[in-house]
């Protein structure tokens, strides 16, 4: 098609002609690494197909802007993305600057990108159900450069280590058994839309071919594929993952739907679901009860093990994307919304659903970022127990509860603050009540 080539030709040339792709009055790095990705897909695809001219021309761009963003991530003053283990800033600025390297084959480029990535995923590896704290929304953002990196490490250098990462396995427990009605949208904890950034359909795909090899993922991304609600995302979050689905699927993996517990608890998150990863009718009810940036995390900002990786503490992690919402309930019976989260937005402890005094915040609510600062009183709740069980009736309880009292203010003076949540369902049938 010679006039979308030529169209597109446009576009790359308006790209490369701007001095500089940050957005007006901001320092942020992110449009900058989001324009070198898309750059350095557009000249890799069209290579072939370009003048002489046009190949140095783009060469010359993804060069300059990747040497920008190494010169950040070598700067110890900086004291963001460089530094932060677990954000997805983090991840995806490295893999902008991985990505740009390879291109500009720059070895010292490539060592320093790798090492960041490396040291992020040394993290995640540890965390036993394969949480990310920010939202499954915000998940999908660092898990899309994640995946890639990996395979770019493994096809060009050989880097096998993380193609196989049980990361991987276990972060797709969370993306199953978080999706809700049906698997159109998600639960959306924390700032999130209730749908996800990017993919996770390529994310899953990627999982399957290379981690589980069991169908499962497939299926999954099926099903997201075919009932996800439309529009909601911007058009080009919603193909910019499409390309990667077609490199990893593996057509020998045939779709095969998992067995499904209906009762699954993150641990390490703080989060029990009911009814995750369901059909669209089936009855979801969720309590959220977690450590600031999940417990793994938190234990090594206050412990010594990996005090090479966070001895700036907690300035190591930035859980901004997080909200004040410990002991929150999600109820969606027979999947109507009754109960739900309070989404993208301030963080105020009143628009959750938990228990306020007067208006006073949890800890580091109140904002548009979650703002966690290092206190003698540690802001951590815990899940405390999880249980599900059913009479011979066929009456079924679903039991949650967790310890709040240190998500609160000291000014509070509270003691102990256990909150419990309790789902009853009653039989359906001829004589029997309806669900409650």
């Excluded at 901001?26 to 070198?36: E, F, G, I, Y």
């Excluded at 009810?285 to 990786?309: C, H, M, N, W």
């Excluded at 066929?394 to 998500?407: D, H, N, T």
Aim: charged content about 20%; hydrophobic content about 35%; aromatic content about 14%.
């Amino acid at each position: 098609n010679t006039a979308l080539f030529n169209q597109l030709l446009v576009s790359v040339d308006r790209l490369v002609s701007f001095e500089s792709w940050y957005v007006f009055d901001s320092r942020d790095d992110m449009p900058v690494s989001h324009s070198l990705v898309g750059l350095c897909l557009a000249y890799d695809l069209l290579f072939s197909r370009l003048d002489s001219h046009r190949q140095e021309l783009y060469f010359n761009k993804i060069k300059e802007v990747t040497s920008g963003l190494y010169n950040i991530a070598t700067n110890p003053r900086r004291t963001d993305w460089r530094n932060h283990l677990i954000q997805n800033h983090a991840a995806n600025n490295i893999g902008a600057l991985f990505m740009g390297a390879v291109m500009s084959e720059e070895p010292t480029w490539i060592r320093v990108a790798y090492h960041l990535f490396n040291r992020q995923m040394k993290i995640l590896n540890t965390v036993p159900d394969g949480t990310l704290t920010e939202s499954v929304a915000y998940g999908t953002y660092s898990t899309r450069s994640l995946t890639f990196m990996s395979f770019l490490s493994a096809r060009l250098f050989g880097f096998t280590e993380h193609l196989r990462a049980p990361f991987f396995a276990r972060n797709y427990q969370q993306l199953l058994y978080t999706s809700v009605y049906g698997y159109r949208k998600e639960l959306g904890i924390g700032d999130d839309d209730g749908s996800w950034f990017y993919g996770p359909e390529a994310q899953l795909t990627f999982t399957d071919a290379y981690v589980l090899r069991s169908g499962h993922g497939n299926w999954l991304a099926d099903q997201i594929r075919r009932r996800r609600e439309p529009k909601t995302r911007p058009i080009a979050m919603r193909y910019c993952t499409d390309y990667l689905e077609y490199i990893w699927y593996d057509p020998l993996l045939a779709a095969r739907e998992p067995q499904r517990p209906d009762l699954v608890s993150f641990d390490d998150w703080g989060l029990a679901v009911y009814g995750g990863g369901q059909d669209e009718r089936c009855t979801v009810f969720s309590f959220k009860a977690s450590y600031i940036s999940g417990f793994t995390p938190f234990q090594y900002v206050e412990s010594e093990r990996y005090k090479d990786l966070f001895h700036q503490g907690w300035k190591t992690l930035n859980p901004g994307h997080e909200h004040p919402d410990q002991g929150s309930i999600v109820f969606l019976p027979q999947g109507q919304p009754v109960l739900t989260e309070d989404l993208y937005g301030s963080k105020l402890t009143r628009k959750q659903n938990v228990l306020s005094f007067a208006n006073l915040e949890q800890r580091s609510g109140g904002g548009r970022w979650f703002e966690y600062r290092e206190a003698k009183e540690r802001p951590e709740s815990w899940l405390r127990s999880v249980s599900q069980a059913m009479d011979a009736s066929g009456i079924e309880v679903i039991w949650m509860q967790g310890e709040l009292e240190r998500a609160y203010s000291s000014e509070l003076g509270l003691k102990k603050y256990i909150r419990t949540a309790v789902l009853v369902r009653l039989p359906v049938g001829p004589g029997a009540a309806a669900a409650a």
